[in-house]
């Protein structure tokens, strides 16, 4: 890969499973998880620094300050955002970094990173997205209704996506190998190896 790495956006209403793609995807092909910061509280078995850098309002918005985000966002009732320092530096080293980030988040990487590749994952109705979520329990009532009314301001952004995937119930496997062609794809594009075809022709000039 090029110097430069590559931004991958995933996407997708609450419940759709992009946290376990994601994770698939770090333990499968490497590629490096930007953890967020955020202001709600941790789940049941959420570790700091590892799902998430739980920080106090005041805390985030001092961050905010310090510019140490490449995008922030509201969502229900709490702020979300990309550390800054982490994402620079493996995208530095080459690396392909994912964020899991939602729609305002990810219209504002687009603008900054115009390479990024933006990918929603949903569950395939809108139905089993509401069931997976009530079962999933860490939620109540309440947020849950909050957030499927996120997701319906949500599914008016999709267009800014370049890619929809479905998770099809029970084929969690097919979903992770999709995206994960979608990115290989991507880093096989010949704008995305310019230092690499320079080395080429470097390495044929003489033949010239
Ligand atoms: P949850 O509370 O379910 O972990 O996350 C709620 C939503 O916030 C999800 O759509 C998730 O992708 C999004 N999110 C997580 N981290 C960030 C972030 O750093 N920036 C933005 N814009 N959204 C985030």
Partial sequence: ?????????????????????????????????SVSATTRSPREGEEDGREYFFKTES????????????????????????????????????HVVLLEI??????????????????????????????????????????VEKRMSRAAQEAEDIDVYEYIVVNEEGKLAECIETVHAIIESETCRVSAREDFIRSLREGLAEYR
């Fill in 1 to 33: 890969m090029d110097k430069r790495g590559k931004l991958v956006v995933i996407s997708g209403f609450s419940g759709a499973g992009k946290g376990t793609v994601s994770k698939a995807l770090v333990e499968r092909y490497g590629y490096s998880l």
């Fill in 59 to 94: 805390d985030f918005l001092k961050l905010i300050d310090y510019n140490g985000f490449i995008e922030y966002a509201r969502y229900v009732d709490h702020y979300y955002g990309t550390p800054r320092k982490y994402v620079e530096d493996e995208l530095a080293a080459g």
């Fill in 102 to 143: 939602e729609v305002q988040g990810a219209m504002k990487i687009k603008d900054q990173y115009p390479d990024a590749i933006l990918l929603f994952i949903t569950a395939p109705s809108i139905e089993l997205l509401k069931d997976r979520l009530v079962g999933r329990g860490t939620e109540s009532m309440e947020i």
